[in-house]
């Protein structure tokens, strides 16, 4: 997608450690080392990236087994940037890849900040709750 209008063009690419980072921060996800990013984003089974004059503003990822499971994660939008439909064409993407690409059966899952579950929501996404509940550990080393 590239709209010649808005200047806004969708790219089918993981997002430089520097890119990744910075969108993280200044989208209020939790900071990543750039260690960790350093390791991570190779292994992304697919990723997208909203630019904006050569510049990335929007990303979001797939991550899993490439069978059973997949996550979506980092989806960010530069503040200056959010309100123009950028979180739903990303979400978009990756949710047309899943459907294309994984195995019958496979389970998609994402942890759902706030009242980002009302986009997740449009693409099929619902809530396991009760019978299910998220979880996380965070490694911490000092």
Known sequence: ?????TGYQLCVETPSVD??????IISGLSP???EAAEIGLPNTIHAAIIRYQGQAVGMGRIVGDKGCFY???DI??????????L?????????DYV???????AYCSLIADGPAKYLYEKFG????????????????RT
């Open 125 to 140: 996404f619902e809530p396991v709750t009760p019978k299910s509940i998220g979880m996380a550990l965070r490694v911490k």
């Open 71 to 73: 996550q979506v994660v």
């Open 76 to 85: 960010a939008v530069d503040p200056e940037h959010q309100g123009k439909g």
């Open 19 to 24: 890119d990744y980072l910075r969108l993280r």
């Open 99 to 105: 459907q294309n690409n994984a195995p019958d059966g």
């Open 87 to 95: 979180g739903k064409i990303i979400v978009e993407n990756l949710v």
């Open 1 to 5: 997608m590239q709209d010649e209008n």
């Open 32 to 34: 990543k080392g750039r």
